[in-house]
T-cell receptor, first 113, second 112 residues
Framework: NAGVTQTPKFQVLKTGQSMTLQCAQD?????MYWYRQDPGMGLRLIYY???????DKGEVPNGYNVSRLNKREFSLRLESAAPSQTSVYFC????????????FGNGTRLTVT | QKEVEQNSGPLSVPEGAIASLNCTYS??????FFWYRQYSGKSPELIMF????GDKEDGRFTAQLNKASQYVSLLIRDSQPSDSATYLC????????????FGDGTTLTVKP
């Protein structure tokens, strides 16, 4: 079982460049999430999609956009990358927007120079 | 005040000892509580979840929840070097559409 698959694993961008992080899950989960993790700061929610067709802002949405392409896929776009967006990005999914646990992808390590 | 706070680490225990990890939360509407383990350079993985007051045991792990005190803990018995990792506490409540709020994590080192 693949679970949650993120691409790419690593990326280096120059300031002002754009890119899209891809995420797909094969567990038939309804809810999907994008988190970023900075050293010593735990996981902070960027955007989430409680169900197909809906997206909402999380704690740190500025500089990002998302698309819930279908039930399986949830992408995160950086329109104009900034050094402050250097981080590790995790996509996660769960069965329902509620009490079920999160399943995480392997992460994308992004560096913006 | 942060929504979810964990005891600052790092925490170091000898092999075979009990490791105690603590977490407090500010939202009284919180309903479900999760402990994730994260090895260095890896993604978080679920260790335990608990919804009701009291203790929940799974092998060497025990989660404890006290909603009145807004406190959740994770005990690891017979700690092993392979338990060395960062442990993340996460909290959900019914009004936030399933968004999990994470603490900053506590790094545990188990010394042989």
């Amino acid at each position: 079982n693949a679970g949650v698959t993120q691409t790419p694993k690593f990326q280096v961008l120059k300031t002002g460049q754009s890119m899209t992080l891809q995420c797909a899950q094969d567990m038939n989960h309804n809810s999907m999430y994008w988190y970023r993790q900075d050293p010593g700061m735990g996981l902070r929610l960027i955007y989430y999609s409680a169900s197909e067709g809906t997206t909402d802002k999380g704690e740190v949405p500025n500089g990002y956009n998302v698309s819930r392409l279908n039930k399986r896929e949830f992408s995160l776009r950086l329109e104009s990358a900034a050094p402050s967006q250097t981080s590790v990005y995790f996509c996660a999914s769960r069965m329902t927007a509620g009490n079920s646990p999160l399943h995480f992808g392997n992460g994308t390590r992004l560096t913006v120079t | 005040q942060k929504e979810v706070e964990q005891n600052s680490g790092p925490l170091s225990v000898p092999e075979g000892a009990i490791a105690s990890l603590n977490c407090t939360y500010s939202d009284r509407g919180s309903q479900s509580f999760f402990w994730y383990r994260q090895y260095s350079g890896k993604s978080p993985e679920l260790i335990m979840f608990i919804y009701s007051n009291g203790d929940k045991e799974d092998g060497r792990f025990t989660a404890q929840l006290n909603k009145a005190s807004q406190y959740v803990s994770l005990l690891i018995r017979d700690s092993q070097p392979s338990d060395s990792a960062t442990y993340l506490c996460a909290v959900n409540n019914r009004t936030n559409a399933g968004k999990s709020t994470f603490g900053d994590g506590t790094t545990l080192t188990v010394k042989p």
